[in-house]
């Protein structure tokens, strides 16, 4: 998506719940706890991947997007399916999304990353709350912060 920025990738904590869960420290109730709210979002709005379950490794993968913004409004917190994004992107001026991967035969559920989508990364030119033009991006980011 062109306008993904910020993007967070939580690859490093998994491996580390997982190597946990190898030696023994945590056990796979720890782990495998999806709620019927999460699995039933990866069913209705999940995008299938390629990806075993590290835990049970007899289903594939499915990544759920959750968005939240202020401009949702009602909608923040829903899931979406991945082709609804750009759509969103372009009418939003900024939403942040979170994805999650699930697993549909062990519970198996763990959030992937987590990123900006929106119409204010599209032009190297920044604005304020009023849309006007601000000429230095870090100040418009202090006022975007400031207004959080």
């Known amino acids: 998506m062109r306008t993904q920025?910020?993007?967070v990738d939580y690859s490093l904590q998994k491996r580390a719940v997982l190597r946990e869960l190898l030696a023994g420290r945590?056990?796979?109730?720890d782990v495998c706890d999806a709620s019927p709210y999460?699995?039933?979002?990866a069913r209705f709005h999940g995008e299938?991947?390629?990806?075993r379950c590290p835990i049970c490794r007899g289903e594939n993968l499915i990544h759920v997007h959750y968005?939240?913004?202020d401009e949702l409004k009602q909608s923040a917190g829903q899931a979406?399916?991945?082709a609804e994004l750009p759509v969103l992107a372009m009418t939003l001026r900024e939403f942040q999304v979170f994805v999650v991967e699930v697993c549909p035969g062990c519970d198996w559920n763990h959030l992937v990353e987590q990123f900006l989508l929106g119409r204010d990364g599209l032009t190297g030119e920044a604005t304020d709350a009023t849309g006007?033009?601000?000429a230095d991006g870090s100040t418009a980011r202090r006022r975007r912060e400031a207004q959080r």
């Open 132 to 134: 006007s033009a601000v």
């Open 80 to 82: 979406r399916t991945r």
């Open 48 to 51: 299938p991947t390629d990806h």
């Open 26 to 29: 945590i056990g796979t109730y």
């Open 38 to 41: 999460l699995k039933n979002a």
């Open 5 to 7: 920025r910020q993007v």
């Open 67 to 69: 968005i939240y913004g």
